[in-house]
Structures are given as structure tokens and as C-alpha cells.
């Protein structure tokens, strides 16, 4: 079972944005500021309230939108949908093979003083094993009094047993993946204060600490570097996955936005092979505005023949009138075979349709290549990139040629507008004259991302 299609609507960034994903995993690259983020919470905001929030309400979508027009939707490979808004939608109640991670999550996890507050704010949805251990104290607290406290108090001590047994268990797996998979050389470890009753009051406990500590020191942000507390942070991630899952579920998903900040391409390498390696079940989506570590996954896939299994998409910004919206292509997709094969059944305006999707993709990778106008309209980015000053790049001056070439059907067939005009003509000489432009142009930015 695996997602299938994404749709979006009014949901945060995205007025609409809709995508396929055919393959089994998908890797979604965009700067910022593109709607990366607004489509990790909108995944995580479907999976996680749905199935794993016995409180769920549609009112806790508010934070997502402005209107009442919100809507969010996932497909599956077998036509099941998830949809939101939906009142009905029946819970699956724990399932452990669902699991989202970004920034935010990870920085919970290590900068935190109090582990305990972290399983209680962040791991709530996400690890049941922990939550339930958490809410096995709440609840012998909120029963206990002096007429049941050895009881009660035996409970908690068995609580107490079978929690540290099950962090020891995270403790040794997630130094193995820091140890043999990560090639770090330090270790982690709980430390516990469970705290004592207060007898002369109301026999309440006080909240447990859980203290963190890498190589039996704590206050770690005074004593080690953020890519160290980061490496100890994905560690834990993925050891309470391990610890947890249920591989008997039928949906397995792995989502992560942006969340190797901070390290180095060496670290991240190791990381994106225990993912490849450790998660292989799993349908993976990845999210990342670093252009390095998109092309370093590139490269991994295509180092173990595993391209065919993943999507790989760009996501950017397109200017109409005055209002910005996100535009997700498949950088496998072929416009220009689209086009060609509806200019031989003389549908033109279908052939000018993907020849603007074909020039604006083209142009976004140039875009990124030579680092210009981000946030400029299409035409101020061509215009850029014709300036550009570098008479001993070849390449640069290839570039500038063609883009010269293509400012004569740039304002026509490659315009935005051109096809909502119907007394705009587009004659089929132009067509194929735009075509030979956007293949050279094509051939050159595959050239430059070889040689890069």
C-alpha cells in the first residue's frame, strides 16, 4: 500500500497543488519559500490525526488555513482515500509503521533537558510504546491517595521496570547505528530520576526526568557541536522506529523534511544509506531545499541501479498576474515528446502547453545552476542569465546564445498568457522551431549538470 496522488487546497502555502507519485518513493527538491513545508504538515497533519489521535478534531486544522475551504487528500495505490475535511474518517488506532521527521522534531529530541517532556510534547502521535508508558504514570497519579498508595505505587514501579528496559533497548540500538552505521565513536545514555512521593500532601509524584547523556555527559548543548547532537538525535529517531515498528502493516511511510541540517556530506552519505538500507520497505518522501544533498541522493540511487524506484521532482514559484504559485514537475517527464506527439494530431494548443512546461522547467535548472533570481518573474531570469558575465565559460556563452534564440517565441507559444488567448495563433512552424531551440537548450543543461 502506498500513496498514489497528493492534493492540496487552501492548505497553508498552497491555493492548489496537486501531484502524482508513480514510482514507490519520492524526492521532492525546492528552495525555500517554495511550499515544501506546507506539504510535509499537510501529510503529517492527515497521518498522525487520523490514525493516531483519539482526540481528533477538524478544529485543530485551523492553524492550517483561513477559510473554511481547506482541503487535503491522499490517494492510495488501491483507490482508498484519506481526506480532509471528514468527520467519519475511522482511526487505525498505533500504527507503527507511519513516522515523520523534520528540524523541529529532531531538536526535541537532544535540546531538551527533560526526555520525559519530549515523549510527552513531541512523541505523543508518533511512538506508542512511550506514550502509553506516559500515560500509565498520569494515570496512576491522578488515582492514587492514602487509601490505595502501596497499590498504586507497586503499578508504578512496574512501569518504571519495563520503561527502563525498553529505553536500554533504544540505547544499545541507537549506539549501534552511531557506532557501526554512522561510523561515530560515542555512545548515549538515559539517566533516570523517577522521582518520591510527597506523603504528608496528596501521595502525587512528581513528573520523571529522563536525562540524556552522550559519553556520560550532560548539558549537551554546552558540551558538544550541533552536528554531533544532530547525529545523536536521527540516531534515537530511527532506534525507536526499529524498536517499535510492526512491518504486518500494510501502509509503511517515511517522511522527512530538510532534516539533515547542520552536517556535513560525509555524515549525510551514511544517513541516506541506513535510510536506503534500513527503510527499503518503506515508501520514502524526501524533502530538501540543499541542492547538494538532492544531487548526493542522486548519486547514491544511481550508484545501486535504484532510480527506477523514486520519483524525483522539482518544486518552484510561478508568477501569474500578481500571485505566486508552487509548480511540481517530474524531472523524468518529457515535454517535448508530449508536445510532438499532439502536434502530429494538429491539437497545437496542447503541443504550446508542455513546450511552456518544458521552457520553464529548462530555466528553472539554469536558475539553480548559476544561483539567479530566485524570486524574480521568469522573463527577469532569462534576462539574468543572457547578462551574465563569464567570457571564459564556454558553457555560459552556449547558454546565452540559445537563450537569445528562444526571446523570439518567448512572448508567444513559451508565454503563460499565450494559451489562455484563443485569438493568439500557434502556427506549427513556430511550434517545431521552438522545439529544436528547447532541445539544444536541454542538451546543454544536461552537459553542465555531467561536468558539475
Known sequence: MKIKKVELENFKFHQKLKFAIDKKNCLIYGENGTGKSSIYEALNAIFTLYFRDSN??????????????????VTFDNADELIIPKEDMPLMGGKKTIYFANQDLLESIILNNNFYDTIKNSF????PILHNFRKNFEFINSRIDSSNYQEENTKRQDNIKNMERFLWRIELRANDILNNHF??????KFEYDWGL????????????????????????????????LKLASIAIFFALIKVEEDLTNPLKLLVLDDFLTSLDMANRHYIIEYIFDKFEKYQKIILTHNLQFYNLILSLLKSRDELNNWDNKNIFLQTIGTQKKAIIYDKETDYIKLAES????????EAGIYL??????????????NEVGVKEKLSKIVNQLIKLDDSTDINILKMQNILKRTKFYQDTILHSTAHDDI???????????AIVI?????????????NS
Open 197 to 228: 512521593s510527597n506523603t504528608t500532601d496528596d501521595f502525587k509524584y512528581p513528573n520523571p526526568k529522563i536525562i540524556l547523556n552522550i559519553d556520560d555527559k550532560k548539558f549537551l548543548k554546552l558540551n558538544f557541536n550541533e552536528a554531533k
Open 356 to 369: 511552456r512546461k518544458e521552457f520553464e522547467r529548462l530555466i528553472e535548472e539554469l536558475r539553480q545552476i
Open 423 to 433: 485569438s493568439n495563433e500557434r502556427y506549427t512552424k513556430e511550434l517545431n522551431g
Open 183 to 188: 561510523e561515530e565513536k560515542f555512545t548515549i
Open 342 to 349: 499532439y502536434l502530429k494530431v494538429d491539437k497545437l494548443d
Open 438 to 450: 528547447l532541445k539544444q537548450l536541454d542538451k546543454l543543461v544536461k552537459s553542465i549538470g555531467t
Open 56 to 73: 481528533f478534531s477538524l478544529n485543530k486544522f485551523k492553524n492550517y488555513s483561513s477559510t473554511e475551504a481547506l482541503s487535503a487528500k
Open 124 to 127: 505523543k502521535n508518533i511512538f
